[in-house]
């Protein structure tokens, strides 16, 4: 059936696209194995909330499906269960698409304000269908109702964001709030017309997942295969629109048509979704599919695959889920297996998780904290080392620093710098035995080049920034880690103008100059 | 007249329903001013979604329907929503509106399946859960202090008090801290903690207001009146004073509204909720549009204005130009084709140059009707004493501001005349004086033509 969906799409799509169809084709013969296991694994996370929900009711009637009811979904035998995967499938991945936009123009909530926004225009829809005698409740009515108010509220949320000094999130409350209340006063309204029964309107727009038609799915198929051949086909006007508007106004674009047509793109999967799946799950699949891709990529077309994909496989998934289990509402199921995949990708993201910036962060910190060390020991040495008329420091295997001599030198206590000692043992820049601290000859090259760098840096900052002798070891001791070859070479040139020394240049705090004659006695880290 | 017609058939419900709307209303705006202007608009939306976990763990635990413990779930994970928000921008540095997206959708969900399972047993509609009516609240009656009052009116009016006394006795933090949070924490008091505070606020007064009142308004609330008054000021304590006055406002109109404007198309009163709602809206339009700084009329009539003393200036100035060349002064189609003015802002500008006694038409008698203008023919301009100052000030400027682009910036010759055309407009003598000090006093200008003097 999923094989179906490329069918009927693949004809409408330029090529561009078909590497996120692809996806949906690829799921339907080798991968019903892969979902399978997916949903297994899915199963188990989902398992201990379902076990702590039976248990807090004591007579639950909470029963393990069977392997004929998971066989019976996974194979697609009923009608219902094809038409709901294959609805719920394609709106994932057109609303991942489109979602991916919105989010990079931080208007993520977007679906969460035009859904709110197409209310008054079903009811007046249906107000003035049924004045003209016809059947207000034919959803092509309706549909057309809510586009349009859809798109008098993309109107007002541009109007208020490009003409007055309010904020995109401003401009989303307000328009949210005021066509939300316009509509709720309009059913008010439509309660009391007598010449139609109007119960069943407001489920419109709270649709339920699990009853979707046969005539939904098509509706989202056609919608979806539009806003995905409109974003492909102004996929490079959309990207530069996203990062640069001002850019991209400056190059000639029609930046407010293009956010016209974006928005129109949000406006239309929005209502062919709400009125098929319901208002949160809309909502959800806008922002969170998009989100979570956010995690794994920098480049635009990369996060709207991943966008795609992760909205396709959540709805399926939870559609999976809530039509073997029979009392997990469908659209709910599927936000929560979006939301987990979202808490997957926060953490685990190769670009952007929690974990993998953790573990940057930790190791720039312990290179950062070598790199003290190295500098703290030479600057120690040095006015030992140095001989009268000498320029710089000799590499000496015998000359050594203790530990508690090296403490008040920074402010680092036992706990960080003994770690940071071993450490760079284990790389044999140092020497450890008994509360002496030796360099090695790599090391002593490698504290030589950081403590050059930093001096000239600090030499840099005090003949072209006119700082203070005083104040240039902070700003040094930040730049001294990332300064590159090229930047040091730079500064060699730059400070040979000056007729400075670029052997080690001397510091500028006196260190390794008789005390008497420093220009600024004290120490450099202090 | 009109009123006559307007039987609002006013009862003491009506009167109720109004106290809870201004209420909710003036509790909400209180802290919706801080919520806009920290770009956090969309949180009153997300934490009426977002709280139905915690009504329903309230249900599952307590297993009864009484009102105070599902208060405290529902605050409960209204704090938390504002809290997973926050962490996750922060940790994931995902932008505001997406992690609220994230959070409070999948709070939802999680509260629909809680519901779902809970309702095997108990009828728990989520609608009725999450969503009261105004005019129900006002008919409940509670006896305090020998009165009798609706008790959402109770609630509200404690809830208002809170926020109230929150504002003003942390206006000076709040402030601070919603401007800039460094700042704040430099100060020695926590952003952070009055981020919180701020959360725990709307938290409780989102739940209060939508359990008695229905989401539509607690939601406009937050965001519409305090929208509307920064429209309006730049003062912060006057938008939260404005904001206040608008709320209120929008309250009393929007209860009108619901009684008086379906009559209008025969039907009955609708919903007082949505209605204030939509006033509220109303008001944020005017506001939009009539803030006397910001108001998008306003400053489009002042972007008129200008562009209207600018063709003036123009046009005294190409008059000027053509005295010096002595080719004889344009035709008002000549003037029009120079200045890319249409044909009815140029006459209105001629007028206006006119009546000031700036400009002069041959052959018109002073005093002849505007018409004059549009029957004169070809060469029928010429300036008067009065318009000959202000063009020789004009051209003056332009090329005192040549010059100094040419010697001071070393611009080329070719792209100074632009720049020179708008700085003219806003050249006054200091900075003529000025420039001419700068520029050695300078005959001509880099295209050779006489710069005039101040006085001719």
């Not at chain 1, 799921?27 to 296991?37: E, F, N, Q, V």
């Not at chain 1, 349009?148 to 109007?159: K, R, Y």
């Not at chain 2, 000030?393 to 070393?410: A, C, G, I």
Request: aromatic share 8%; glycine share 8%.
């Amino acid at each position: 059936m999923i094989r179906g969906s490329r069918n009927t799409t693949d004809s409408d799509v330029s090529g561009r696209s078909v590497f996120s169809l692809g996806c949906l084709s690829n799921a339907g013969s080798s991968t019903l194995r892969l979902l399978a296991i997916a949903c297994l694994f899915l199963f188990f996370a989902a398992a201990p909330r379902y076990a702590a929900a039976a248990d807090s009711l004591a007579d639950t009637s909470a029963t393990w499906p069977t392997w004929q009811q998971w066989k019976r979904v996974l194979s697609l035998q009923d009608y219902n269960t094809r038409v709901v995967l294959l609805g719920v499938s394609v709106l994932g991945a057109g609303a991942g698409l489109v979602g991916s936009f919105t989010l990079l123009r931080k208007r993520a909530l977007m679906g969460d304000a035009l859904s709110h926004a197409s209310l008054p225009g079903i009811a007046m829809a249906f107000i003035i269908a049924s004045a003209l005698g016809r059947d207000g409740k034919s959803l092509g009515y309706l549909l057309t109702g809510a586009t349009v108010s859809g798109l008098l509220g993309v109107a007002a949320i541009l109007w208020i964001r490009n003409k007055t000094r309010l904020k995109e999130d401003a401009a989303l409350g307000i328009v949210l709030s005021v066509f939300f209340g316009a509509g709720i006063a309009l059913l008010g309204i439509v309660q009391q017309m007598q010449y139609s029964s109007a119960a069943g309107l407001e489920s419109f727009i709270y649709g339920k997942t699990a009853s979707m038609g046969s005539n939904d799915a098509k509706l989202i198929i056609v919608a979806s295969a539009i806003a995905i051949v409109v974003c492909l086909g102004l996929f490079k006007e959309l990207k530069i629109l996203c990062f640069d508007e001002a850019f991209a106004g400056s190059r000639g674009f029609p930046i407010v048509w293009l956010d016209i047509v974006l928005m129109s793109m949000v406006v239309l999967i929005t209502i062919v979704g709400l009125q098929a799946v319901g208002l949160i799950l809309m909502i959800a699949l806008m922002v969170i599919p998009a989100a979570a891709a956010r995690f794994w990529t920098h480049e635009l077309w990369r996060m709207s695959v991943y966008s795609v994909v992760i909205g396709t496989v959540g709805c399926v998934l939870g559609a999976v889920l809530s039509a073997v289990f029979p009392n997990l509402p469908s659209g709910a199921m599927i936000v929560l297996v979006c939301s987990f995949f979202f808490f997957l990708s926060m953490m685990f993201g190769t670009a952007r998780g929690v974990v993998i910036r953790t573990y940057r962060r930790r190791r720039l910190n312990r290179r950062i904290a070598r790199q003290h060390l190295l500098r703290a020991m030479y600057e120690h040495l040095e006015p030992n080392t140095i001989g009268a008329g000498v320029k710089s420091s000799r590499f000496e295997s015998k000359a050594a620093v203790t530990v508690s001599e090296l403490l008040p030198m920074r402010s680092w206590g036992w706990g960080r710098l003994l770690p940071t000692i071993r450490a760079a043992q284990e790389d044999e820049l140092l020497r450890f035995t008994d509360d002496n601290v030796f360099f090695t000859r790599s090391g002593f090259v490698e504290a030589a080049r950081l403590t050059r760098q930093h001096r000239l840096w600090e030499m840099y900052l005090i003949a072209y920034a006119d700082v203070a002798p005083g104040l240039v070891d902070r700003g040094a001791d930040d730049i001294e880690h990332v300064l590159g070859p090229e930047i040091v070479d730079q500064l060699e040139d730059l400070l040979e103008e000056q007729k400075m020394t670029v052997e080690i240049p001397e510091s500028p705090h006196g260190i390794g100059v008789p005390e008497s004659a420093g220009p600024q006695p004290g120490g450099s880290t202090s | 007249m009109i009123y006559a017609q307007i039987d609002l058939n006013w009862q003491q419900h009506d009167t109720w329903i109004v106290v809870i709307g201004i209420l909710c209303a003036v509790s909400s705006a209180l802290l919706g001013n801080f919520l806009v202007l920290r770009r956090m608009s969309m949180l009153g939306d997300a934490v009426t979604h977002a709280v139905l976990p915690g009504i329903a763990a309230a249900f599952l635990i307590s297993h009864s329907r009484s009102s105070l413990p599902m208060f405290f779930g529902a605050v409960i994970v209204g704090v938390l929503t504002a809290l997973f928000t926050e962490w996750i921008r922060r940790v994931g540095r995902v932008d505001e509106g997406a992690s609220m997206g994230v959070v409070f959708t999948s709070l939802f969900a999680l509260g629909l399946v809680m519901l779902v399972q809970a309702s095997d047993h108990v009828d728990l509609d989520p609608d009725c859960v999450l969503y009261g009516a105004i005019e129900s609240a006002a008919i409940d009656e509670v006896e305090i202090f020998g009165r009798v009052l609706p008790p959402a009116a109770l609630i509200l009016g404690v809830v208002t008090i809170v926020n109230a006394l929150f504002v003003v006795l942390c206006f000076k933090e709040l402030k601070i801290s919603s401007f800039d949070p460094a700042l704040a924490t430099t100060m020695g008091f926590s952003a952070r903690l009055m981020h919180y505070l701020l959360m725990v606020l709307v938290s409780i007064t989102a739940v209060a207001s939508f359990e008695s009142v229905g989401s539509v308004l607690v939601v406009a609330m937050f965001v519409v009146p305090a929208a509307a008054s920064y429209m309006l000021t730049d003062r912060l304590a006057w938008m939260i004073v404005l904001s206040v006055f608008i709320a209120a406002a929008s309250a009393i109109l929007g209860h009108g509204s619901a009684i008086v404007v379906p009559r209008w198309f025969g039907f009955e009163s609708t919903t007082t909720a949505s209605m204030m709602a939509v006033s509220a809206g109303g008001l944020f339009f005017l506001a939009a549009l009539f803030g006397p700084k910001h108001g998008v009329l306003v400053k489009w009539v002042r972007r008129q204005f200008l562009s209207f003393r600018i063709l003036c200036d123009d046009i005294v100035a190409l008059l000027y130009r053509c005295e010096e060349r002595e080719t004889g002064s344009p035709s008002k189609a000549e003037l029009a084709d120079n200045l890319f003015a249409s044909s009815w802002t140029l006459w209105a500008a001629l007028a206006t140059l006119r009546r000031r006694g700036e400009i002069a038409v041959d052959g018109a008698v002073s005093g002849a009707v505007d018409g004059a203008v549009d029957g004169a023919v070809s060469g029928d301009f010429h300036l008067t004493g009065r318009g000959r100052d202000r063009a020789r000030q004009l051209v003056r400027s332009h090329r005192l501001w040549e010059q100094y682009l040419v010697v001071e910036t070393s611009t080329e010759t070719d792209r100074i005349h632009d720049k020179a055309e708008r700085f003219e407009h806003f050249t006054d003598r200091p900075l003529r004086d000025r420039l001419d000090r700068v520029t050695d006093a300078p005959d001509t200008d880099p295209h050779g033509r006489p710069i005039p003097s101040e006085k001719s």
